[in-house]
């Protein structure tokens, strides 16, 4: 099924969704359509429990670049706007990181300032060899305002974080792999290969296990370290006994058949 909307297509297979941006010309920037339309998305997402994995996609050459010009000019000429249009995104990419099912941003051309911070609340990230990727805010004076300060540090650390931040480079395709920003880097023309391995390789796990897991890791990231084994233990208990997926997947071992997922 295709659902075309203003700003993307919402493609649903039959266990995973694509979130295809599509405003080529206008390099799929972030304007008011977007930030109306995309809550909605994904929380039809959330609500399809048939739905083990998310891609966020692109048509054109940028992934993302961010907040389109005309909302900017508006922006800067109302700061009342511009509050409102940061407290939207930012509820935004906190959606895409709470969901369910793991999301992917695959990334096949520029991604910067808004775009880069898009790229960033997704769980797991491939990129083509291509792609240009890069904060920049600074470039314009401008500070973050998407969750870049929040969430790359988390990611590469807070020296190289400031670094990328500051200087506003761009990432070549060797940085990319050596901090560790993305998952993987691969040519542009195996890109929908790679694609199609890694969402084979969640989709024939139940979502409530994705969404257990990523409870456990975003949650230990403001934890130290006894703090966040506790709480890894609660997790777990509370998702192996008190649920039927973790012991269906151990039975199912046992008993040499195909599990029966509930969720």
């Not at 075309?4 to 206008?26: G, M, Y």
């Not at 109306?36 to 996609?57: F, G, H, N, Q, W």
């Not at 769980?123 to 998407?146: C, E, M, Q, R, Y």
Request: net charge negative; with cysteine.
């Amino acid at each position: 099924m295709v659902k075309q909307i203003k700003t993307h297509e919402l493609i649903i297979n039959k266990s995973f969704a694509e979130i295809l941006l599509n405003r080529p010309d206008e390099l799929n920037s972030i304007n008011e359509d977007f930030l109306e339309e995309m809550p909605e998305t994904l929380k039809s997402l959330e609500d399809d429990p048939s739905i083990r994995a998310v891609l966020i996609k692109s048509t054109g050459r940028a992934f993302c670049v961010g907040l389109d010009i005309n909302l900017l000019k508006k922006a800067f000429s109302d700061d009342d706007y511009f509050s409102s249009v940061l407290k939207r995104l930012r509820n935004i990419f906190l959606q895409i990181e709470s969901l369910s099912a793991p999301v992917v941003a695959v990334v096949n051309g520029v991604a910067r300032a808004g775009g880069f911070e898009l790229m960033l609340s997704a769980d797991i990230i491939l990129a083509s060899d291509t792609s240009k990727i890069g904060d920049v805010h600074t470039n314009f004076s401008v500070p973050p305002g998407g969750g870049s300060t929040s969430r790359l540090p988390k990611i590469v650390g807070p020296k190289i974080a400031k670094e990328l931040i500051m200087s506003a480079k761009w990432l070549s395709i060797d940085e990319l792999k050596q901090i560790g920003l993305v998952n993987k880097v691969v040519p542009q023309t195996e890109l929908e290969k790679e694609v199609d391995l890694l969402v084979d390789s969640l989709i024939d796990k139940p979502r409530s296990i994705h969404k257990t897991v990523k409870e456990m890791v975003n949650t230990s990231l403001n934890l130290d370290i006894q703090k966040g084994t506790e709480n890894e233990i609660k997790i777990f208990k509370e998702y192996v006994f008190g649920g039927h997926d973790a012991k269906e997947g151990f039975w199912s071992y046992i008993e040499n058949r195909d599990p029966d997922w509930k969720i």
